[in-house]
């Protein structure tokens, strides 16, 4: 006999994923019927948008550049991430310095360097010399 609790995941995982769908195309003027419109797809992505966004990786910012607007974002309870989370996003074994995180993160180069210099003397990043006059960093193994 087969458990349907795997089945109930995958269900509500495919459900979000078409309510997201609806109301970003909906948003964007491209939808899949015509009874699509935003006001009749947004009370189902509020439902699902932030059970959707945490397994895809699709942050508030991302939805908000694409056009979501914040009372909408608000509504689907979606934070937005914190800036040293972005930047350690980008963290990599392979040399990096501020400049690349910032312009890969989105963030300042002053929101960038502090972050780096946090995490260089909490020992998650590490100095691995200079290229030109900018320092570059890596990912500690």
Known sequence: MRSSGGNTSQVTDNADELAVRAYLRALVGAPVRATDRVETTEASFVDAAARWSGRSGVDRKTLSRIGVDRRTLDAAGLKA?????????????????????????????????????????????????????????????
């Open 81 to 141: 991430t914190p800036v040293a989370e972005l930047v350690r996003r980008q963290y990599s074994t392979e040399p990096f310095s501020v400049a690349n995180l910032a312009r890969r993160s989105g963030v300042s180069p002053a929101s960038a360097k502090q972050t780096v210099s946090q995490d260089e003397s909490d020992g998650l990043i590490e100095t691995v010399g200079t290229k030109g006059r900018a320092v570059l960093y890596r990912l500690v193994r």
